[in-house]
């Protein structure tokens, strides 16, 4: 055996080392080799592997392998590029190379002090981190250049070349290869080139070289550059002279492409996204980035719209050392032709500073030039448009006194649609306070205040109303006792509420108001008691019977002439009828006398798995409710509020079904949701819901009838179909629809869909539905054309999530 460390040689001519030998599940890097016999049972030639496995894993041979030894086997490949050293973790410290031991094997060996050494024979010399092998290996008197002929391979942390000869620096890690192959086992990618050479800077050069990160035998896509640059320390790669080949076929030549290889921020083009519209016609962005500084960067993105011209959108991030960071964002489109030749234009400003353990500061700031703006120029499917744009000012207070959080905010809104009438445009906070404390035991006393104070501004100027705009002051006092055990809890509850109001100036002269009758001032004590119990039998399976008694009281105070700046009334649910609070807001003290009851049937399987869950119960009224959001809204005199039923079920592994009913005291229904869903591991997804909602007038709740369904559905081999549709049954429209198939392959990922909706403000009585087509195309390791069809399926289809990560991980 011959060995060496830095600056010693010892030689053993009696001892030959043996070379490892590589296991039989890898194959060469020889692409043309890698045919279909690279994945199959037949053995694989691995005598020029002559150390650790490298090559092609296949999947069969990858299953033959123990669980905690299998590398991660990409989506949609039947194998997986392995090398015989791992890429290194994120946090791996590495010894300095020309400080680490270095180690060397062969058949034979002969040295000599001034001329240095030849090994010839299953070469083997290793670093950590590093193994370098070949037929033949001359190494000078200084243990610093080697010259490699022969079956040569380098391999260093996942990544291995191969080549016929080399000259290579062991202390700079610098060298020149000639005609080379090799694999990245991170990047799953693989390649040739005829010259390869890199310098002590990291810098490595490949020239005519290819790459791809198809499997061997099935290469959909590569690219082929003149002259391609790797620098390790920039995290960059650019290439000169660049082809990308479908197949055989070249389809895009670059002059110049500037890419990553790593995670790192550099500047470069970004992923460019395209489309169809039936209202703006073709739509293509190319994002440019711009890493100006570590703390510090710039997104420009020209886009084209073929019927409304050249529109220029960007964003820039900001992180500062001491007083936080954000992001700056907008778009401009000058004078669009389908717009009244109008100016569009959007700006925002996100702003987030953590002052302190204690104190977090936000900024929200933003316009837009009109109410169809995100319709017509949108690019993000899930954004609908907005109405009003929310412009804020937020300080937080928490983490610091135990139980106490604390809000001070201005915020105004931009009302985008110009016909909309003053008396519904929200109102300003200028400025609001909210104080909330909370103190005691889990199970014992308990303690919270809550304040909540704000003036809020509304002008009216025209005439759509009067100016009601004033001054909030709310207080809350509450102690309740939680006691519970494995049989029951009760938990009584006292509380005192108070609501100072006070109309600003401009109020008291509109509408002729003294400054004494523009004070309100109301204080409401409350009482609630919440109890329940449970019944459990055991059996094949378990099942619970959970009856539950809730009461609350409060007395009458007249609100009628207080005004209403935030308050709307509760949505009914089986949960609201244990709750006090009719409204949702700060500006009315409900008067409650009332007792509901509701009882909860459980049913679990031997595993835990809750198979049923059966709950109704009812409101029994003890009095009216006299209180109102206005003095106009009938009074609620009904002495029941009519059942509530909940249902859901885990029929199955696979079926799940929700169900939740509501019916008024006469016997009339109030709102149907019914929700039926069968998903699988492999990826299957259907759903099918039914939303159903009757006209309420005292409680402010207007109809609707709509259906929804949604569907994942694997097809043959790697194509899954997709699809989203809500439709209203009122108007006999389909407010929202999708449909589309993808197709996940081991190198590349092909979604094309078809999406046809109104935004929330359409009606589609008058108006028509906005109609896009979409192509994502995604050349794995490399770039494509993306949108967000991902995250609207997410929105749109329950389930999704976890559909979509099972077949990633399939």
Not at 325 to 343: E, F, H, I
Not at 462 to 483: F, P, T
Request: proline share 5%.
């Amino acid at each position: 055996m011959v060995t060496m460390a830095p600056h010693t040689w010892a030689q053993d001519t009696s001892e030959v080392a043996s070379p490892s030998t590589t296991d039989a599940s890898t194959s060469t890097i020889d692409d043309e080799s890698m045919t279909d016999d690279a994945t199959n049972d037949q053995p694989i030639d691995t005598e020029q592997w002559a150390g650790a496995d490298a090559g092609f894993l296949s999947r069969d041979r990858w299953l033959g392998l123990p669980e905690d030894q299998r590398p991660k086997l990409p989506v949609g490949c039947r194998g997986v590029w392995v090398t015989p050293i791992p890429p290194a973790p994120d946090d791996d410290t590495r010894v300095a190379f020309d400080e680490a031991p270095l180690t060397a094997t062969a058949d034979y060996g002969y040295y000599h002090p001034t001329q240095g050494a030849e090994l010839s024979g299953k070469v083997r010399i290793s670093q950590p981190n590093r193994l370098l092998e070949a037929d033949r290996m001359e190494i000078d008197a200084s243990q610093t250049v080697a010259k490699a002929t022969g079956q040569v391979r380098l391999s260093e942390a996942g990544l291995v070349s191969l080549s016929d000869q080399l000259t290579y620096n062991l202390k700079t890690q610098s060298g020149e290869f000639g005609q080379t192959q090799y694999i990245s086992q991170s990047l799953q990618a693989h390649g040739q080139a005829d010259a390869l050479s890199r310098d002590e800077r990291g810098i490595t050069i490949l020239k005519n070289a290819e790459y791809s990160t198809c499997e061997p035998d099935r290469r959909v896509w590569n690219i082929k550059a003149k002259r391609l640059e790797l620098n390790n320390q920039t995290g960059r790669g650019v290439a000169r002279q660049t082809k990308l080949y479908i197949r055989d076929v070249p389809v895009l030549s670059l002059p110049w492409f500037d890419f990553p290889i790593d995670d790192r921020r550099s500047s470069g083009f970004l992923i460019p996204r395209g489309g169809y519209t039936n209202d703006g016609g073709l739509d293509l962005s190319i994002p440019y980035y711009l890493n100006l500084a570590p703390n510090y960067d710039v997104t420009l993105t020209p886009r084209l719209l073929s019927r409304r011209h050249a529109m220029l959108e960007g964003e820039g991030r900001y992180l500062t050392a001491n007083w936080g960071g954000g992001m700056l964002s907008g778009g401009y489109l000058p004078q669009d032709p389908l717009y009244n030749d109008a100016d569009r234009k959007r700006a925002s400003l996100k702003y987030d500073w953590q002052i302190n353990t204690s104190l977090r500061s936000n900024i929200n700031l933003n316009y837009v030039s009109d109410k169809d703006y995100f319709t017509d120029l949108g690019t993000d499917p899930l954004v609908s448009n907005q109405l009003n744009q929310e412009r804020s000012v937020s300080l937080f207070y928490e983490k610091g006194i135990a139980g106490l959080t604390g809000l001070l905010r201005v915020q105004k809104f931009q009302t985008v649609d110009p016909s909309t009438p003053d008396i519904d445009r929200p109102y300003a906070r200028l400025p609001q306070l909210l104080i909330n404390y909370q103190q005691g035991q889990p199970l014992g006393w308990q303690y919270e205040l809550q304040h909540d104070s704000a003036y809020f501004k509304k002008e009216i100027r025209d005439g759509s109303a009067l100016e009601s705009s004033g001054v909030r002051v709310y207080h809350q006092a509450a102690a309740r006792y939680q006691w519970r055990n494995a049989w029951g809890y009760v938990t009584p509850e006292a509380s005192v509420r108070n609501i100072t109001t006070q109309y600003d100036q401009d109020t008291q002269n509109q509408n002729g108001i003294s400054h004494q009758d523009a004070r309100h001032d109301v204080t409401v004590p409350q009482f609630t008691l919440d109890s329940g119990l449970v019944f459990e039998r055991y059996g094949a399976y378990l099942q619970t019977v959970e009856p539950r008694l809730y009461y609350a009281y409060s007395p009458y105070q007249n609100q009628d002439d207080a005004p209403n700046f935030d308050t709307t009334t509760a949505s009914p649910s089986y949960s609201q009828l244990f709750r006090p609070y009719r409204f949702v807001g700060h500006d009315r003290l409900d008067d409650n006398h009332f007792v509901s009851t509701g009882v909860t049937h459980r049913l679990y399987n031997p595993e835990g798995m809750e198979l049923l869950s059966v709950s109704v119960g009812q409101s029994y009224y003890l009095a009216d409710r006299r209180v109102r959001l206005k003095s106009t809204d009938p009074m609620d005199g009904r002495r029941t509020s009519g059942p509530a039923l909940e249902v859901a079920s885990q029929l199955t592994d696979q079926i799940r079904v929700d169900s939740a009913s509501l019916w008024m005291a006469n016997g009339q229904n109030l709102q149907n949701i019914h929700q039926l869903q069968y998903q699988q591991a492999q990826g299957q997804l259907y759903q099918v819901g039914y939303f159903e909602r009757h006209a309420v007038t005292q409680l402010n709740q207007k109809s609707l009838r709509q259906v929804t369904a949604g569907l994942v559905q694997p097809l043959y081999n790697q194509w899954r179909a997709f699809g989203y549709l809500q439709y209203d049954l009122q108007n006999t429209v389909a407010r929202d629809g999708l449909f589309g198939l993808d197709y996940d392959a081991c190198c590349w990922r092909i979604a094309l869909y078809g999406r046809s909706y109104y935004n929330d403000l359409d009606d589609p009585n008058t108006n028509k539905p906005r109609r896009i087509i979409m192509a994502e195309v995604t050349l794995k390791g490399l770039a494509g054309l993306s949108g967000n069809l991902s995250s609207l399926l997410r929105q749109k289809i329950l389930g999704y999530t976890q559909v979509e990560t099972s077949w990633n991980s399939r």
